[in-house]
């Protein structure tokens, strides 16, 4: 565990360090994220070391959003002028990216699918 | 001082009090969650958030105060965001042959998300700093604090926005893809993680392997391309409008 813990600072550290030497627009955990993806494509044997705490982080990752949400104990006065648009905005933009995203993604692979298919038909 | 009040003034100002607090309210929120048998509806979040709101109101505690505590839950969301490398990894085969079709949902995706926010809240009168701080709100914590901040938002207030985008997808979403009759759970997680960052990734897990893995997939790209391109189109957008 200590090791998982330890290999994903040192990735989140690097991730940070250059982007704040090279002044990225990139935040430095994506790039960490970045790098081991590379570093796990090149040496699979780390999987094993990091998957288990890795995976435990990520199934609980909504309880990282917790301390974030409370904070909206600070905003109660700009959202009593403006809650209703903000709200509206969230909830309505929430749904319409999970219909275009999902129509997109489902359309596209059906028809490469298809042509797959299409193609494999013709060989036969 | 009355001893209990004495206690009271020394452990509320400490740190382990709410960092205690944050996860017993999480616990006892995961629990109604999987009671319910993980109905979409009875959000761990929204049920946590409102407890902690609740005790902070009722005992005049500052979120200054809260976050000493809960800053070393929030501090997660970095390795976590590091950690999303391994579901990539492990379905690099699957985006392999999918590629295309995931990157352009991704990038239609995205500009549905922020467009359609900034337009709904500028249609309903919003004002320029809420408008700049809702263009990253369907992006994981870290990455939308800092395009926030990049185009002249509020990044506190955008973190409440993402956190709310959160509860909103990973709630309805399940209803929303039934109506549009989409049985895949590749692209189930895909638009899960896209719209709700890590909200929708946790929720995908509960569900499946498979939707877990597409949706860290989506939030991780998201967040790449959206660090790299949003801040420009962003700006565009809020040029255009004010």
């Known amino acids: 565990m200590i090791e998982a813990i330890a290999t994903l600072l040192i990735y989140q550290l690097i991730g940070e360090t250059l982007t704040f030497g090279f002044g990225l627009p990139i935040p430095g ?3 960490g994220m970045a790098l081991l993806l590379v570093t796990l494509a090149l040496s699979p044997a780390l999987l094993a070391k990091i998957k288990p705490t ?5 199934s609980h990752l909504s309880l990282l959003f917790v301390p974030a949400g409370v904070g909206v104990m600070v905003h109660f006065a700009r959202l009593s002028e403006e809650g209703f648009a903000i709200v509206a905005a969230v909830v309505g933009s929430t749904l319409l990216a999970i219909v275009a995203t999902a129509a997109t993604a489902a359309f596209l692979i059906r028809r490469t699918d298809a042509s797959r298919a299409a193609r494999a ?3 036969d | 001082m009355h001893p209990v009040v004495d206690t009271w003034v020394y452990l509320s100002a400490s740190p382990l009090l709410w960092l205690t607090l944050t996860l017993v309210a999480y616990l006892l929120a995961f629990m109604l969650y999987r009671r ?3 109905n979409p509806l009875v959000n761990p979040v929204a049920i946590s958030v409102c407890m902690l709101l609740a005790i902070l109101l009722g005992t005049h505690t ?3 105060t809260y976050f000493d505590g809960a800053q070393f839950v929030h501090f997660l969301l970095g390795p976590a965001t590091v950690a999303l490398a391994i579901p990539l ?10 590629w295309v079709a995931l990157v352009v949902a991704l990038l239609v995706g995205l500009t549905v998300a922020s467009g359609s926010a900034v337009l709904i809240a500028h249609t309903l009168g919003a004002s ?4 700049a701080s809702l263009v990253p709100k369907s992006i994981t ?9 990049k185009l002249g938002g509020i990044p506190s207030l955008t973190a409440v926005c993402v956190v709310i985008t959160g509860i909103v997808g990973s709630a309805l979403a399940r209803f929303v893809l039934n109506g549009m009759r989409i049985p895949s759970h590749a692209v189930r997680g895909f638009a899960l993680g896209l719209s709700s960052h890590g909200q929708g990734v946790a929720r995908a897990f509960q569900v499946s392997e498979e939707m877990g893995a597409f949706a860290g997939l989506a939030m991780g790209l998201s967040a790449l391309v959206s660090a790299l391109l949003l801040p420009y189109f962003g700006r565009w957008l809020l040029a255009l409008l004010t």
């Open chain 2, 89 to 98: 990894y492990e379905q690099w085969g699957k985006l392999k042959a999918h």
């Open chain 2, 62 to 64: 500052s979120y200054h």
């Open chain 2, 128 to 131: 320029p700093r809420t408008l």
């Open chain 1, 54 to 58: 890795g995976t435990t982080l990520l």
């Open chain 2, 36 to 38: 319910s048998g993980l």
């Open chain 1, 29 to 31: 955990p994506v790039i």
């Open chain 2, 141 to 149: 914590t870290p990455v939308a604090m800092s395009i926030s901040e």
């Open chain 1, 121 to 123: 038909d013709a060989r």
